[in-house]
T-cell receptor, first 113, second 112 residues
Framework: DAGITQSPRHKVTETGTPVTLRCHQT?????MYWYRQDPGHGLRLIHY???????DKGEVSDGYSVSRSKTEDFLLTLESATSSQTSVYFC????????????FGPGTRLTVL | GQQLNQSPQSMFIQEGEDVSMNCTSS?????WLWYKQDPGEGPVLLIA?????ELTSNGRLTAQFGITRKDSFLNISASIPSDVGIYFC????????????FGEGTQLTVNP
């Protein structure tokens, strides 16, 4: 258990509305990641962070932004949600144990109507 | 896009049977990881491999880091109903920093 929580766990929203998902960790991991999981695509990296205020894009970053103002929190924002962003979103962390092994949170199921 | 080819995509087996799944790539990886995901939950790390040729066991699970550094396999012996889930391989390339590349997963069903 890497002490990761995600909130909310479930959300239903409408197209065009802003949505923010939160990932919180309690074990001082340096790196944090946001993935989305869709049938037939596995886990795809959206954005990641390698330190406070240091973030970079993953392979499917269009339509998403992130912020990391403190070590323990990593926020994922959909500025204007679209139906194609309906997915399960996972946060992951790594780095505290000196390896690149990533540990995952429980996920957030987002439905955009 | 995905750079790891994971196979098979799904498996239907009887309780007690052994299972084998693998991941291959055209790229070299420095680390191979195997995760299991239960319905409604996040992936959980099963085995981590850090050296080419490394063979590591975790209970009934055995995984190997291919000698070419381009592949890995996972074996499950004497399967039980709680082995049901999706198994993912993941690799870390030398040029990707801390980022991982994931396979598309193997859906395992175990019939009692």
């Amino acid at each position: 258990d890497a002490g990761i929580t995600q909130s909310p766990r479930h959300k239903v929203t409408e197209t065009g509305t802003p949505v923010t998902l939160r990932c919180h960790q309690t074990e001082n991991h340096r790196y944090m990641y946001w993935y989305r999981q869709d049938p037939g695509h596995g886990l795809r990296l959206i954005h990641y962070s390698y330190g406070v205020k240091d973030t970079d894009k993953g392979e499917v970053s269009d339509g998403y932004s992130v912020s990391r103002s403190k070590t323990e929190d990593f926020l994922l924002t959909l500025e204007s949600a679209t139906s194609s962003q309906t997915s399960v979103y996972f946060c992951a962390v790594s780095g505290r144990l000196g390896t690149d092994t990533q540990y995952f949170g429980p996920g957030t199921r987002l439905t955009v109507l | 896009g995905q750079q790891l080819n994971q196979s098979p995509q799904s498996m239907f087996i009887q309780e007690g049977e052994d299972v084998s799944m693998n991941c291959t790539s055209s790229s070299i990886f420095n680390t191979w990881l195997w995760y299991k995901q239960d319905p409604g939950e996040g992936p959980v790390l099963l085995i981590a491999l850090y050296k080419a040729g490394e063979l590591t066991s975790n209970g009934r699970l055995t995984a190997q880091f291919g000698i070419t550094r381009k592949d890995s396999f996972l074996n499950i012996s004497a399967s039980i109903p709680s082995d049901v889930g999706i198994y993912f391989c993941a690799g870390q390339r030398e040029t990707s920093g801390s980022r991982l590349t994931f396979g598309e997963g193997t859906q395992l069903t175990v019939n009692p």
